[in-house]
C-alpha cells in the first residue's frame, strides 16, 4: 500500500433543505467520522471537510411552498444540521457552506477556467418554459407522466416510482409545477461538460487502475461507462444559485452538482491557507465518503472536472455505502419514516455513542441494510451493558476495592494469562486492517472483541472468589483487565469517542496514541485510577415502545393525507348513462376459474335471469365465502369470452387507493332485478 504524507476526508454535503436522519448517519458521516478520528489517533496529517449544500432546485420549491427566500430555507437547516453534528460527535475540521463568498469565487473561477480551457461544449436546445411564471422549468419544476411506468407525477430529472432517470422532454403531458400550466417549448444555451470525451481516460484510471474500490461502487462505475457516456450540461436557467460567469450568461447558474462537490475545496480553503498541499500534491490521501446515489457525481463527473481543470489530484478511493431501512420500509422524509438526529438526541440525552455504535454495527456496507429499534435495544442492552460496559464496571470497582485504586503488579503468568495478553496485540493489528480497508462494521466487531475477551477472563478467573484465599493472584488477574480496558479506551474511541474519554477518564489517563495500543504494559503498577460510574445504561421496552409509536403515529398521518385519487372522468350526457342498465342480484354459485390467480367464474341470479360471469376479484374473496353476497351488476354489458368463460354482464365493485375491492350494494336487503339509477 502506497504511504501518503497526509489525508483530505471530505464527507458528502448534506442537502440544507431538510434534517439529517440515521441514513445518512450511518451511509456517510459515522463511516468517515471513525476513519478521520483513527488517523489522528495514528498522529496523521488530516484534514475532515463537509458542509451544507444549499442550491438546486428543491430549496428554491421549497421556499415557494413556504413564502420565504431561498435563503431563510438554508440558513434553518444549515444551522440545524451544523448543530446536530456537533452534538453527535462528528469531528468535521470545518462544517461550511456552499452560500460563502469563498465558495461563490472557486466554483466561478472553477467554471471559467474549464471554459477558457475549451472544455465546454456550447449548446442551444428547446426546453420547456412556462408562460405564466416567465421562467424555464429545471428538474424539479416540471412534472408529468412517466414513459417508462405511468406514473402520472413523474419529475424532470426522475421518476420515484421507477427510479429511471429522465430529462424533461421525455414526459408525457407535461406540467409547470410553478402554474400547473402546460409549458411550451423555447430555446436556450447551455454548457455541457463531454463526459464521452473522457472515456479514455475513465477506463483506464478507474476500471484498470482502481480495481480495489468496493465492489458496489466499481461495478456502477463499469456499468455507467459501459452504457455510453454523454455529455452533462453544468448550467441552469435559475435565479437560485451561483451565476455563469461568462458574457451572455444572463439567468443561468451552475448547476448544483457542478457546484457542491467544489465546495469541499472552498471549505478546505476557508480551514487552511495550506489548503493547495491538500488539493494538489500528489502525495495527499483524498478519500470522498458518500451514500450509493452519489456515485456517479463522485467517481465519474467531479474527477472529470478536476482532471480538466488539470491542477488537481483525483480521489483515492470513494467508498460508498448502500442504503439503510428503517423497521423493513424505505426511509423517506416526505413519509415521515425516519429516525432523525435531533430528535435522537433530545430523546436519548448523553447515548449518543449508542446510536454511533448500533449503526456501525449494523452498516450498509456492502447491501442494503436494516434498522430496527428492537435491534436498537438489544445491542445496547446485550453487548454495550453486558459486555464492554460490565467488563469495564468490574475491573475498576474490584481494583478500588481490594487495592485502594492502584494497579497492582503482574506475578507469575498462566497460559491463559499469557494467551489474553498477547490477543491483545493481534486484535490491535486486525483492527487496524479493517480500518485501513474501510471495513468498519468488521473493526468495531474486533474491537469489541478485546472486550469479550475481557469479560470472558474476568468470568473464569473470578477474582472476587480467589481473593479470600490468593490475594497474589488477584493482583495478577486485575492487572491484565486493567490493560485489556486502557486498550479498549484506544480501540473503542474512534467508534465510541464519548465512552472512550469516559473511560480515559475513569482509569486516569490520558488518551494513548494509537501506536501505544497494542502493548501490555500501558498502565505501570502503582498508577492511581479514579472511581468509575456506568459507561452504559440498560435501554427499557418503555423507550422503544416510544419510538415505534412514533413511528406508526407518521404512518397514519401519512395515509390520511394520501390523495392518490383520480381525477374524475369527462362529463357525459343523462342519455349516455340511462343506457347503463344496473340491477340488483344474488351470488348464487362461485369457483376460483382454474390455472388463473384473479378470476372467479359466479353464477347470479338478476331477478330476470341466472346468468354466469366472470370477476377479477379472486385475490381478495374466497368463493364459499361469498355465496349469497348481493351485489349490483351490469346486466347490458357485451357478453365476452374470458378464459374460455362467456361472462355476461360485470359486478361493480369499489376500488380503493391501495387496491383494495369491495362490493357496492344497497343498504338493506333488495329483491333481486330491482334497477339502479
Ligand atoms: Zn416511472
Redesign the pocket.
Known sequence: MKKFKRYLVTAALPYANGPVHIGHLAGVYIPADIYVRYLRLKGEDVKYICGSDEHGVPITIKARNEGVPPQDIVDRYHAMIKQSFEEFGISFDIYSRTTTKTHYRTAGDFFKTLYNKGEFIEKTTEQYFDEEAGQFLADRYITGT?P????ES?YGDQ?E????SLSPNELINPRSMLSGSKPILRKTTHWFLPLDKHENFLRQWILEEHKNWKPNVYGQCKSWIDQGLHPRAVSRDLEWGIPVPVEGAKGKVLYVWFDAPIGYISATKDLTPDWEKYWKDKETKLVHFIGKDNIVFHCIIFPVMLKAEGSYILPDNVPANEFLNLENDKISTSRNWAVWLHEYLEDFKGKEDVLRYVLCANAPETKDNDFTWKDFQSRNNNELVAIFGNFVNRALVLTNKYFDGQVPERNELTEYDRYTLSEITTIKEKVEYSLENYRFREALKLAMDLARLGNKYLADTEPWILFKTDQERVKTILNISLQISANLSTLLAPFLPFSAKKLSGFLNTGQFSWKETGSTDLLKKGHRINKPSLLFEKIEDGEIEQQLEKLRASKVNTEDKKPALKPAKEDISYDEFSKLDIRTGTIVKAEKVPKTKKLLKLEIDTGIDQRTVVSGIAEFFDPEKIIGQQVCILVNLQPRKIRGIISQGMILMAENTEGKLSFVMPDKNTENGAEIK
Open positions: 412517466c417508462n411506468c405511468g406514473n413523474a421518476c416510482n421507477c427510479g429511471s
